[in-house]
């Protein structure tokens, strides 16, 4: 357990300089076996899933930061090391093959005239480089976006929460137009920033019990506690 990564050190306004990963709880938190945080689905705008759990919402994406590396040529990088990212990546990609299974690895030069390309072409836009996908259950998908250049101060490793026709062939549709995914660390800092101030405004909407939350589930789970009969 990495106890000398606490939330100031991983939130902090030094942390867009020196690089940064989500605490160990907040690693926990997001590969558990049983899946995404339910809170996931309900967010509405940025905030928090957990104490060490931001979450950013473009529109029908949730983003949800998981690593950010500065430039070690201007002096930072301090703050987390590659191997440190890529010890996380992995763990994030095995939790995606246990909830979805294989996915798939999309191209990303590749251009279409659906709701796959047009997800393509904001990954593209917001600088990623690279990505491995899954539909995560029937109206979900789920993304690991590798994006930025270490060189440029701007390396990050995310999850996207998407709509399962920005991932999914079979359930492709019209392209959608404004999917904006651009996001760095300095915007987790801000929320970090003004999460006391804002403590009344929260992000995220408790999680209740509904049909639509059941049908997000994946079918291997079993339905949430507290659903009673609504998910039967």
Known sequence: MDLHRDRPAAFGPDSVAAGSLLPFEGRTLITRADGLPPAVLDAERDGWLSPENPILVRGQARILPLAWRADPAGGGGTGVSPEEIAAFASAMHSAGMYWAGSGN??????????????????????????????????????????????AEGTMSLALHVV??????????????????????????????????????????????????????????????PGCGTLCL
């Open 105 to 150: 690895v999309p191209d990303l030069d590749e251009r279409r005239s659906d709701s796959l390309g047009s997800y393509l072409a904001a990954l593209r836009a917001s600088g990623a480089t690279r990505v491995h996908w899954w539909t995560y259950s029937e109206a979900t998908g789920i993304a690991l976006v590798w994006a930025g250049a270490e």
């Open 163 to 224: 709509p399962a026709g920005w991932v999914s062939e079979p359930r492709a549709g019209t392209p959608v137009s404004g999917i904006d995914l651009r996001w760095s660390w300095a915007d987790v800092v801000m929320l970090f920033a003004g999460r006391d101030q804002a403590a009344d405004r929260t992000a995220v909407t408790p999680w209740r019990p509904s049909v639509g939350e059941c049908a997000a589930r994946p079918r291997r789970f079993p339905p949430p």
